[in-house]
Each structure stands twice: as C-alpha cells, then as structure tokens.
C-alpha cells in the first residue's frame, strides 16, 4: 500500500468516527437485552453519509425514464415480442377467444372467479351497452368464500365438490332470479382461473400445477378443468356447463370492451403483473395454436393473447445494484425481470434492500438493522405508498409510522425519514416508467403494419383496462405510467403521435369478464 492510500484511509476512517460513531462500534450481532436490532459493523470503506447515498438512489433510479431511453426501450422490447411471438411456449400464447364484445350482448350469467385466497360466485346481468360508455353490467348477487388453509390442502374431488356447494348456495340465493339457460334447462358458466392451464378450447383445458400451497392439481394433472367443475356439479343435480375459461387479465379487457369499443389491451399490476392483447392471428407462429379446427381459423383474424408481460424486459430495462442482488437471491433468477421491478411483491423488497444498505454504510437508525428489515419480503408495499402520502414538512405522520412498523426505540430523525421517501418515490417511479415502456411497446406492436397491415393508423383513442392493487391503490401509479405513456406516443414522429393512450380503471374485472365471456361463446352458438 503506497503512503497516499494509508493517509486517505486514515482520512475516511476519521471523517467516518466523526460523522457516524456508532456504526464503527465493535458490538455483538445481537445487543444485550435487545431481540428487535442487529448493530452493523461497518467497512470503513464504504461508509458515506445518508444525503450521497439518497442522491445516489434517485440518480440511477431516474435516469432512465427519460422519453428518448424509454422509447430506446419500447423498440427493443417490441422486438422481443416479435420474436416470442413465433416460437416461445412460455409467453404470447393465443387462447380461444377471437372476437371482442360489441356491447349488445345481454343476460344474466353465473361467473366463477378462484383466486389464490378467495372464491367468488357473482351472478352478473349484461343489458347492452349505453352511449358515453355508460355501465350497462351489474354484479346483482355475488358470494364470496374465503380459500383457507384447509381448502388449499383438499384433493381434487373434495375441491371442486367444495366449489360446487357454494355455486349450489348461490343459485338457491337467487331462485328469484332469471338467468340465461339453454334448451336443454342447462346454465352456463363463466370461469376465471387464476392458474396455469393448457388450454384446449374455450371452454376447457389441461390441469398443470397451481402452486400457492394448493394440493387439488396432484391427482388431477391433465385433466379437463371444465369437466371436473362440471361433475362436480351434477353430483349435486346442478345442470351446469363451463363455457368459458379465461385468466384475470384476458377478463380484464373483456369487462372494458364490454363498455369502451376503443379498448384492445388488458393490464394487471398487483403482487405480480401480466397483461392480454387482442393481436392478429397471422403475427403468432402456426405451431403456438395447437389442434384446433380449421372452422376456427376461418373466423379468427385477431386473438386475445396471454402475454405473460412479466417475463420480458431482461437486457433491455437498466437495473441497480439492488435488482442485481434480489435477483441473484431470487428462486428463479432472469425468470420474470419486468416483475421483479414493478410490482407489489418486489417494490417493498427494493425498498428493504436500499435501507439496509443505508444502516450499514450511512448510519441510518444509529447502524442498528431493525428486525423488520432482516427477512427478505418482510416489507409491504403499502409502506412505500404511506410514505410518498406523506407531504407534510415535518413528516410526523411518517416519523411515528416508521418508529412503530420498524420497532425503533427512539423516533427516526425527519432526515432519516425524509431518505426512505426518496427511496419510495425513486422505486415507484421507475416502476410506472418500465410498466409504461411494456406497455407502449405492446401498443406499438398493434400499430405494426408489418404484422397488422390492416391496422388503423391515428385513430384518436386505445382504451387500456388495468386491475390490480398497485395500479389501482398505490398513490399516483396510474397517472405517473399514463403520462409516460402519453410522452411517448407523442415523441413518435408519425401519424399515431395524434392517438390518445389511456389506462382505465376497472373494478370486479374477473367476475363480470368472466360472464361477458360466456354472453359471447352465446351469441356465437
């Protein structure tokens, strides 16, 4: 070591005893008569003062979310697309369903939506759309059971016979009510299923693994998902049929085009993200259809198509240090890069990174590691959203917030706390950014002639359906991704630089896209 290293060693070491004593103190992991703080013992190195490391955060956070890299982004992104489009089995998958509500289907229908943690029968009447997009489909009953434990645990039999006593409940509910049966006295049912199937028509598919603690799928891989609903039913003298399946976000843009002709995309940004595309038939490759009629091709010119939006995004968004460390930690590394960056179950993990580095290099909270920051996942997106609420100059609100969610002995200090805002807003706004960069570039590939030579160019409005917690609750999330949007649209160049792009908020989106499927599998019949 040459004598100017040892002397601007020295130097650090003295700035850094001198700004933050206690987290050069040699203690022990856990301090006597404490199980709620771990002290950190610091590299000297490394230590810097709180206000750098906030600048820093915001730098490389904001940075790219400026219109030229974005755009920069979106074309790369749509070339991605392009090439999942033809040839991945993971991602841009067609379903069955080629045509888009014209608002004038009507009837009540029975819709089923079985999410990760509740079941909901909702029986949902359809009365033609109105003008000015007026809401012309109601949820008249709905019942809503709570998918425990014990529920995730049963076999598949005991599953779908539990599914089957609450449809049963519901209908008896609402023997008042007239709803939509066939010649034969037979109801049909819509179903939105928030797990993975492989979809052999509209209204069935192949049973694949569930996950999220669900035991139904063990003994029934590869069996027909509307088939099993269906005798489960009639073990119970229900007439019932299953004649239409579809996931959250493909009913997200069948609910909105119900209402708005203009809409074409449906998009969810919740614990996870994904999003469907009504998209030409001839830009997917032949052999991503599977067997399916030769009559059905004749009809389909356009397809609702599956993005699974969250697994792209990987070389093309910049990521930090922070993604770098989530996702060299995560089960599935490089699996779903967009997700890990935007969405509820990874912006509180980023925050949780970001602070704990903050205690080991910037002496926040003392260099004492809270034990709500220990454990990965342990921070709810919620907090970040408490916090960017919070405008207030003394940030009080925020001060008690942090003392009581991180079990601080002392009250955070207003800088301390003035820093985790920055964090906050740094990570939800680079979320909307990259959400927005997928997003154009999705709208952008409907605008592509070279796939879509029938495209409309400039036409004045898409219509964008979204759901889901983040999008819908987190403070300003929708706006910030609908004005990058609207930069980038505007910046284009062209002709479609005078179209409007706008995200539309969508409530019970899976029960009433569930029943609009259904009126449409009708109307076809």
Not at 199 to 212: A, I, L, P
Not at 249 to 255: F, G, K, Q, R
Not at 270 to 285: D, E, F, K, R, V
Request: glycine share 8%; with cysteine; net charge neutral.
């Amino acid at each position: 070591m040459t004598p100017l290293e040892v002397l601007r060693g020295i130097l650090r070491s003295l700035v850094a005893m001198l700004i933050y004593p206690a987290t050069l103190k040699a203690v022990p992991v856990s301090p006597k008569g404490s199980t709620h703080e771990v002290q950190m013992v610091v590299d000297r190195d490394k230590v810097r003062p709180l206000k750098a490391l906030g600048e820093e955060v915001t730098r490389v956070f904001r940075a790219p979310c400026t219109t030229r890299r974005m755009l920069a982004m979106s074309t790369a992104m749509r070339g991605q697309y392009r090439q999942k489009l033809q040839d991945s089995p993971a991602c841009m998958l067609p379903s069955f369903c080629h045509t888009l509500p014209t608002g004038q289907e009507k009837g009540t229908f029975i819709a089923l939506d079985v999410g990760g943690s509740t079941f909901r029968v909702g029986l949902v009447q359809l009365c033609g759309r109105a003008g000015s997009g007026k809401s012309t489909m109601y949820i008249t009953r709905m019942s809503t059971s709570q998918i425990d434990e014990s529920v995730r645990k049963l076999p598949s039999g005991p599953f779908f016979d539990w599914m089957a006593s609450k449809i049963e409940a519901m209908l008896a509910e609402s023997k008042d009510d007239t709803w939509s049966v066939d010649d034969a006295g037979v109801l049909p049912l819509g179903l939105a299923w928030s797990f993975p199937i492989e979809q052999t028509s509209q209204r069935g598919g192949k049973m694949q693994e569930m996950g999220k603690g669900f035991h139904c799928h063990r003994d029934a891989i590869g069996q027909d998902l509307g088939e099993l609903i269906e005798s489960a039913c009639a073990r119970r003298r229900l007439k019932v049929r299953v004649d239409a399946i579809v996931n959250d976000s493909s009913a997200t843009l069948l609910s909105q085009a119900y209402l708005d002709p203009s809409t074409s995309m449906g998009l969810i940004v919740g614990t996870g993200t994904n999003a469907a595309a009504y998209l030409p038939t001839s830009c997917i490759g032949k052999d991503k259809f599977g067997h399916r009629d030769a009559s059905w091709f004749a009809h389909a010119e356009k397809v609702i198509t599956n993005t699974e939006l969250s697994m792209f995004g990987k070389t093309i968004l910049p990521e930090t240090r922070w993604d770098d460390q989530l996702n060299r930690a995560h089960q599935l590394p490089d699996f779903q890069p967009l997700e890990y960056m935007t969405t509820g179950r990874y912006l509180g993990e980023l925050f949780r990174l970001i602070t704990s580095e903050a205690v080991e290099t910037s002496g926040l909270f003392n260099g004492i590691l809270p034990e709500a920051l220990r454990e990965p996942y342990s921070l709810d997106t919620q907090l970040l959203a408490k916090l960017e609420q919070d405008r207030s100059q003394s940030l009080a609100r925020s001060i008690a917030l942090i003392q009581k969610e991180f079990g601080l002995r002392r009250p955070p200090t207003r800088r301390e706390v003035s820093f985790l805002r920055t964090t906050a807003e740094a990570v939800s706004h680079r979320a909307a950014a990259y959400l927005a960069v997928a997003v154009h570039a999705l709208w952008a590939l409907q605008k592509d002639t070279e796939i879509n030579p029938t495209t409309p160019q400039g036409t004045p409005r898409t219509s964008i359906a979204c759901n889901g917690s983040v999008i819908l609750k987190y403070p300003g999330f929708m706006n910030r991704c609908e004005r990058y949007i609207g930069r980038m649209v505007s910046a284009g160049g062209d002709v479609v630089a005078s179209e409007k792009v706008v995200l539309e908020r969508t409530d019970e989106a899976a029960v009433l896209g569930a029943a609009v499927a259904v009126a449409l599998v009708a109307e076809a019949t």
